[in-house]
């Protein structure tokens, strides 16, 4: 095994302070806390198809599968284990990934776009439809278990964003390593020239294809943990908004760090709590002008502002 | 049978509204390469601006059916017009040459900045303009019934896609702008002032979706989110009938309106994601849709 | 000696426009041979058709005796035939050391690894190898974005001899490049072919260039090969200068030993 880098180290160090931090914080901090970072793993999962080039529109797909798969499990096939639950979902959205992901990875921009958020609309349009899974309503997620843990007796919040803490570092960890590996840089290298890609013997179909269904794993997972952080599943998890809301946050942190998703998660989701309560009707704005902002004059997010390097052109 | 009538029916109706909702994003696309996400907000401002227009007129005692189209005319034309003149000078000229996803991602920016604008002008209640369509009525068309209103959509949705035909094909401007979606480097190499053109077409696709919106107005109850659910719709049709062609997005139209009312008709549940499907499906086998021309696939 | 690429009756028609007709060209392992052709003569289509960019319309291609007609960039890699590009086809926003590590784990079959990093020790001394015989090792950690022109083409070629390749297409090499950087950039490329043992193909504009590096010289005009043969001849002969070069041709002493 590698030594553990720098990064790994400051990330493993923030993930424990953060723990410690949350038993003595209120619980709408502790929260807000397991949604941004249940986010900033959806996040994660766009950010890794940018990197490649690709905008996803319909990374709302594999959060909603997430999030109900955790829904369903427990309702209707009486699971209450937290991690089997995750699993559940990963395992149904790794599958439906593998499909999609043979047609959808053939093509670019435009219509990748417009394809992933057609897949994602057409799980929104079923779930919209179905009664029995309480259609626009959705429906509440029951009580879960983690070894020891108990929701209905112990600190669900506390133990929601152990979890969540737990996973994301995990995650972030593997994807450290897997942006500095062969295959990390390969879709950079699509994303910059897919010409010289070929004749350098990489297949772009495959590369393009792993991380594709890697993003859609990781997607699942922070849908999962967002409803075991809410309580709640519906529809509009797949609505395109959503996706979009996901896209906004990607472009906020920027590409450049494993943990920038997390941390632009974190202050979308603060600034939507103070926003939505002080001025409803102009979040949405306030969102737009940002993001065009950020496209303006912080290309690669603001995470650029912390890692401008003197003289190398960007 | 007379489910296959209604079908047709309520299809072509459909695919009426949806090919008013949908020219304008196509022919924009077409000659600029910008898929442009806000079309969904120019609807709801045209939808807006004619609902509390015409709520005015029939508050002060008008009840002149003419007048009330007069009325829907002339404010989708100004709102969409002020509203892509606006945009497309204030915004698009800075960011041209860039990537079209980007240009998307903009547009979708300017999409939710203005689904807040619409929000604080007209506030959040719904509003109603329903007295057009009421005063039309209904005929009988054998044993089902449809409305008038209805009908006048498809005739406008019609003469619209016909006029535009028509304005790109035989006037000056439209052979100019169909230069342009061929080749911009060589028409502009031919002395063409794209960036006039590029304004000139995206107030006419503006004002497109505006008009859209504003007939539309009497049909619906005007609320915050029609633009963000009609846009999707909109790209459903374009896309599947190939980005920058209007036949394209007449002949989608026709499919996704069939698509939705047979499922309506026989399978109900299926109605929201049929749409979807079928555009996923037409992508497999035409990745580029039905008469698109750009390059969508890279292998 | 052996044989290394051999094309047989190859063509290519676009429509009614006959790009490339009748290519019948055999190439020993070890030559340096020109190619040289007004535009649209026929050159880069030929070049396209044995790099697998374009499929032949007619004929048959075979590299190291084997059919290669029909298969992609990516399976020509692995035989060992590779090509550099005549606006030098980079990875513009990532690091030079980046553009040729990822080279080098791709000519590995290591391209998929997901927890090994892309920087190993015999990779980084690999590039680094190369980045000192073409002369561009100051630009190692810079963006791409901040070479010059003469040094991204250098870096285009130097990751096309990445991974042992066996023989080396390149298309106009010095075009781009001013006229004093000419000679420096192929006196660099030509000892790190020759350091390599690689048989090279260049398509070339600079009868100078092509005269002083080259041992044959394949010639085409309006899609067809009016003259294949050592340097000297073919620049005398009176169609190539008609067609092709529109000059008088003195041939130089060592004709072509650079």
């Not at chain 3, 030098?88 to 080098?104: G, K, T």
């Not at chain 3, 398509?203 to 092509?210: G, Q, S």
């Not at chain 3, 073919?234 to 030993?257: F, N, W, Y």
């Amino acid at each position: 095994m590698m030594k553990a880098d720098r990064t790994e180290l400051s990330l493993i160090g923030v993930a424990i302070a953060v723990a410690i931090a949350a038993q003595f914080s209120p619980n709408w901090l502790v929260f807000t806390l397991t949604l941004a970072i249940s986010t900033g793993l959806v996040v994660m999962g766009v950010v890794m198809l940018m990197r490649a080039g690709l905008v996803s529109f319909g990374q709302g797909l594999f959060y909603c599968l997430g999030g109900y798969a955790v829904g369903l499990g427990g309702r209707f096939l009486g699971i209450t284990d937290a991690l089997v639950l995750i699993g559940l979902g990963v395992v149904a959205t790794v599958a439906i990934a593998m499909i999609l992901g043979l047609l959808v990875t053939r093509y670019r921009e435009i219509f990748f776009a417009m394809l992933s958020l057609a897949f994602s609309m057409i799980l929104y349009g079923i779930l919209v439809k179905s009664h029995g899974l309480g259609s626009t309503d959705g429906f509440g997620v029951v009580d879960w278990t983690l070894l020891w843990f108990d929701s209905k007796t112990g600190d669900s919040a506390n133990m929601a964003l152990m979890l969540a803490i737990a996973l994301a570092l995990l995650i972030a960890l593997f994807l450290n390593r897997y942006f500095k590996s062969s295959i990390g840089l390969a879709c950079e290298a699509i994303r910059e020239n897919e010409v010289r890609v070929e004749y350098m013997g990489i297949s772009r179909q495959q590369t393009l294809y792993i991380n594709y269904v890697i993003a859609a794993a990781i997607g699942s997972v922070g849908g999962s943990m967002t409803a075991l952080a809410a309580g709640h599943v519906d529809p509009t998890m797949a609505y395109w908004t959503i996706s979009g809301e996901f896209v906004f946050i990607a472009i906020l942190g920027g590409t450049g760090h494993v943990a920038a998703p997390f941390i632009a998660a974190l202050i979308f989701t603060l600034v939507r709590t103070y926003a939505i309560e002080l001025a409803p009707n102009a979040w949405q704005m306030i969102l737009g002008i940002v993001l065009l902002l950020i496209i303006l004059f912080l290309p690669k997010g603001i995470w650029s502002l912390f890692t401008r390097k003197k003289g190398a052109a960007s | 049978m007379l489910t296959v009538w209604a079908i047709l029916i309520d299809g072509f109706i459909y695919a009426s509204w949806l090919f008013l909702v949908a020219a304008g994003l196509t022919v924009i696309y077409g000659v600029m390469r910008i898929l442009n996400m806000a079309h969904g907000s120019l609807y709801a401002l045209g939808a807006y601006a004619a609902a509390s227009a015409l709520g005015w007129y029939y508050a002060d005692g008008g009840d002149q059916l003419w007048m009330a189209f007069a009325i829907i005319a002339v404010c989708a034309v100004a709102i969409g017009a002020v509203t892509g003149l606006a945009i497309e000078r204030g915004l698009l000229r800075i960011m041209y040459g860039r990537d079209e996803i980007l240009m998307l991602i903009i547009t979708f920016a300017v999409l939710l900045i203005l689904e807040d604008v619409m929000k604080l002008v007209w506030g959040t209640t719904p509003y109603f303009a329903y007295q057009p369509y009421a005063a039309m009525g209904r005929i009988n068309i054998d044993v089902l019934t449809v409305s008038r209103y209805d009908l006048m959509v498809l005739v406008v949705s019609i003469v619209i896609g016909v006029g535009l035909w028509f304005w790109l094909e035989r006037t000056r401007i439209g052979k100019i702008l169909r230069s342009i979606i061929h080749d911009r480097e060589v028409s502009k190499a031919m002395g063409v002032n794209v960036g006039r053109m590029f304004t000139i077409t995206f107030m006419i696709g503006a004002t497109l979706g505006a008009i859209a919106g504003g007939i539309t107005a009497p049909i619906i109850s005007v609320v915050p989110g029609i633009g963000i659910e009609v846009i999707v719709l909109a790209f459903a049709v374009v896309v599947t009938g190939g980005l920058g062609s209007i036949t394209g997005a007449a002949i989608g139209a026709i499919i996704v309106g069939l698509a939705r009312a047979t499922s309506i008709h026989t399978m109900p549940e299926l109605e929201l994601f049929i749409i979807y499907a079928v555009m996923a499906a037409v992508l497999v086998f035409r990745p580029h849709g039905l008469f698109g021309q750009a390059v969508a696939r890279k292998i | 000696m052996t044989e290394i690429l051999k094309t047989e009756g190859l063509s290519r028609y676009f429509g009614a426009v006959t790009a490339a007709e009748n290519i019948n060209v055999t190439i020993t392992e070890g030559e340096i041979v020109g190619v040289i052709g007004s535009n649209g003569a026929g050159k880069t289509t030929f070049i396209n058709m044995v790099t697998g960019y374009l499929p032949p319309s007619k004929g048959s291609i075979s590299f190291d005796g084997k059919p290669i007609k029909g298969l992609g960039p990516r399976k020509l890699m692995r035989k060992g035939l590779t090509r550099s590009f005549q606006i030098p086809q980079l990875f513009l926003e990532l690091p030079v050391i980046d553009n040729l590590s990822i080279a080098l784990a791709a000519a590995e079959h290591k391209q998929f690894q997901m927890l090994r990093p892309v920087h190993t020790p015999e990779r980084l001394k690999a590039a680094e190898e190369i980045l000192e015989q073409m002369h561009i090792t100051e630009y190692r950690d810079e963006m791409v974005t901040a070479m010059p022109q003469g040094a991204r083409k250098l870096l285009d070629i130097a990751i096309a001899m990445l991974g042992k390749p066996r023989m080396l297409l390149l298309d106009e090499p010095t075009s781009g490049v001013s006229m004093e950087e000419k000679y420096t950039l192929m006196d660099t490329v030509m000892e790190a072919v020759r350091a390599r043992g690689l048989t090279v193909l260049f398509v070339e504009h600079d009868m100078e260039i092509v005269q002083r590096y080259v041992t044959r010289v394949l010639a085409f005009a309006s899609g067809v090969v009016i003259k294949d043969g050592p340097v000297d001849e073919v620049l005398a002969d009176e169609k190539v200068q008609e067609l092709v070069t529109g000059k008088q041709h003195k041939p130089t002493a060592s004709g072509g030993d650079a």
